[in-house]
Structures are given as C-alpha cells and as structure tokens.
C-alpha cells in the first residue's frame, strides 16, 4: 500500500509540473502579447484627454465626456474597469479605453448635423423636397437605420457615416477584442499555474508521508550498583 501511494504522490507531483509548465508558457506567450499591442497603440499614439484633475474631458469638457461614457455604459451596456483609465497613460491600450474611444467617434457622429444640398426639387412618398440646402441632425441614428433612398437621409448617412469613422470603430473594436483575449489569457495562465501548484503540493505530501521512517536507536541504561 506505502509503494502504491508513493507512486501516486509522484504521478500528482509529476502532472503538477506539467500544469505549472503550461502556466508558464501561457504566461510568457500572454506578456508577448501585451508587448506587441502596447507597441502598437505607441506607435498609433491616440490618446484620451484629462483636466488637472485627472478627469476625462473631450473637446475642453467634463459633461462631453460624461454622455460619451454614458454612451458606452448604459447604451452599450459596457463595464468600464476604472482602473484601465488612467490619467498618467493616456495612451489608448487597454479594453476600457479601446471602448470609450469607439464610443467618443460613434458619440460625435450620432450627434452630428450634415449639411445637404438638392440642385434640383426631389419628389419622394408624395413630399416634394425643394432645390436648396438643408441641415439634417443624425438624431442618433446608427448607420442601417437610414432611409437610403429618402433625398436627405440617404446622403446623410454616407456623410455621416464615413468609412474613415467606420474604419476607425472597427479598429477599435479589434484592439478591445484583442486586449480582453490577452486578460483572459493571463487568468488561464494564473488558473493553470494554481492547478499545477495544488497537484505538486498534494503529490509531495503523499510522498513525504510515505517515506520509510528511521526506527528509533535504543537506549541503553545501566543500572546502578548499590554500594
């Protein structure tokens, strides 16, 4: 029974190397990771703006930056880790600040105004749209929710909806997507590394346990001659 657990504490200790090992390459593999997209985002050097309070602003104000955020969290449904947001590093590189960025652009033009130009009357759904110029609020709308073939509509969508903005989302879309795998990775690498530690710890205390034990050398005591 003692050789049989002492076989099994050394299969545990063995298969705890091997969880410890692929802790360690996840690991290696996840920093690699983040080096190469913190070498990107330097590279790209788009940045969030603070006040001297280390608040977000954009275009000089806190409340703009405000309905940005809410855009994020509450429209999209977005959990902002504060954490990622810091004034110190500005530098968009990480999920959070990947988010509020695409948030920023969709928030500029979901509240924009296109101006419009007919150089000639346009009948549509039996409403007559003269020649001139017009100013048309995107009044939040995303872009398939346009009327393509309504005279202002229509090209207001393109206007507003440029590729360089839809380009630009979908940028930001990969960065956060890629910044979230490289969290997870980094919990996969931190889960191996304690599955590995517990079946090491388990299989070093069954061999402990086993190991034969010295037999005590006995004392000899010698009786005293009474004189």
């Known amino acids: 029974m003692t050789s049989r657990l002492r076989l099994l504490g050394f299969a545990l200790g063995f298969i705890g190397i091997v969880f410890l090992a692929i802790g360690a390459f996840a690991f290696i593999k996840t920093q ?90 346009v009948e549509y759904n039996g409403e007559t749209f003269a020649a001139g110029t017009y100013e048309f609020p995107i009044d939040g709308r995303y872009y398939s929710q346009f009327d393509r073939q309504h005279p202002l509509e229509g090209p207001a969508r393109g206007q507003a909806w440029t590729g360089t903005a839809l380009g630009l989302i979908g940028q930001l879309g990969v960065g956060t997507v890629t910044a979230s795998a490289l969290q997870l990775g980094l919990a996969l690498a931190a889960l191996f590394a304690g599955v590995g530690a517990t079946f090491f710890f388990i299989g070093a205390g069954l061999f402990w346990a086993t190991r034969p034990e010295t037999a005590p050398v006995p004392v000899l005591r010698t009786a005293s001659v009474p004189a």
């Open 32 to 121: 690699d990771g983040y080096r190469s997209l913190n070498a990107f985002s330097a590279a790209q050097d788009v940045r969030l703006t603070y006040n001297e309070d280390g608040k977000l602003v954009d275009r000089g104000e806190t409340a703009e930056a405000q309905a940005i955020m809410a855009l994020l969290t509450k429209d999209w449904g977005y959990s902002v880790v504060d954490s990622e947001l810091d004034p110190n590093d500005p530098v968009v590189n990480t999920a959070s600040e990947y988010m509020y960025q695409m948030a920023m652009i969709a928030y500029h033009t979901l509240n924009g105004t296109q101006t419009i130009v007919l150089t000639e009357p």
